[in-house]
């Protein structure tokens, strides 16, 4: 079955340390999408891809870095300098055609030791 | 700028009965809106969306959205509630960047409670 697989689904940060969120999609969706999820705040995106090896910046990138070698992956790393990781990290993945709806994948929950 | 808005943080039925969840937005053009839903520690699920066309829109599981231009609304229905829809709902709408790409605008979600 296509869809989108993240991993880990815990994951846990140091202090100081980057980590990187994995995301792997078998759609053969052009766009992918990074949101970050807090309680009551809906999603908030982070990072969005079009096409493989170009990217944009969403509302919240700051702390974040991500790279898109391939169609189908589009790993998040979370910098130290990002202060405040606590989330659950949402991976989402179109067409990038208008009006087609985004699939995302279960999710990575991200906290600090 | 588009923006919608869910003015409910929760909302409470009892099975069998009629349930709503409210969406408002503003936009500039034509609305492209979504319904979503996400059961705990999950990704969030496509439901439905309204681009154009008719203003009562069918979806998965039952669930259905009225568009009403008017009351710049979307609200979410079914006409009978299960205990297994319990869950998180999102609304989200359209937006068109600089770049001519897409992206969705989410609402901070309505958490919706079944009673048995």
């Known amino acids: 079955d296509g869809g989108i697989t993240q991993s880990p689904k815990y994951l846990f940060r140091k202090e100081g340390q980057n980590v990187t969120l994995s995301c792997e999609q078998n759609?053969?969706?052009?766009?992918m999408y990074w949101y970050r999820q807090d309680p009551g705040q809906g999603l908030r995106l982070i990072y969005y891809?079009?096409?493989?090896?170009?990217?944009q910046k969403g509302d919240i990138a700051e702390g974040y870095s991500v790279s898109r070698e391939k169609k189908e992956s589009f790993p998040l790393t979370v910098t130290s300098a990002q202060k405040n990781p606590t989330a659950f990290y949402l991976c989402?993945?179109?067409?990038?055609?208008?009006?087609?709806?985004?699939?995302f994948g279960d999710g990575t929950r991200l906290s600090i030791l | 700028a588009q923006s919608v808005a869910q003015p409910e943080d929760q909302v409470n039925v009892a099975e069998g009965n009629p349930l709503t969840v409210k969406c408002t937005y503003s936009?500039?053009?034509?609305?492209?809106l979504f319904w979503y839903v996400q059961y705990p520690n999950r990704g969030l699920q496509f439901l439905l969306k309204?681009?154009?066309?008719?203003?009562l829109v069918k979806g998965s599981y039952g669930f259905e959205a009225e568009f009403n231009k008017s009351q710049t609304s979307f609200h979410l229905k079914k006409p009978s509630a299960l205990v297994s829809d319990s869950a998180l709902y999102f609304c989200?709408?359209?937006?068109?960047?600089?770049?001519?790409?897409?992206?969705?605008?989410f609402g901070s979600g309505t958490r919706l409670l079944v009673r048995p």
């Open positions: 989402a993945s179109s067409s990038g055609e208008e009006g087609q709806p985004q699939h």
């Open positions: 759609l053969n969706h052009d766009a």
């Open positions: 891809s079009q096409i493989v090896n170009d990217f």
């Open positions: 936009v500039s053009g034509n609305p492209y």
């Open positions: 309204y681009i154009t066309g008719d203003n």
């Open positions: 989200a709408v359209r937006d068109i960047w600089m770049d001519s790409s897409y992206k969705l605008i």
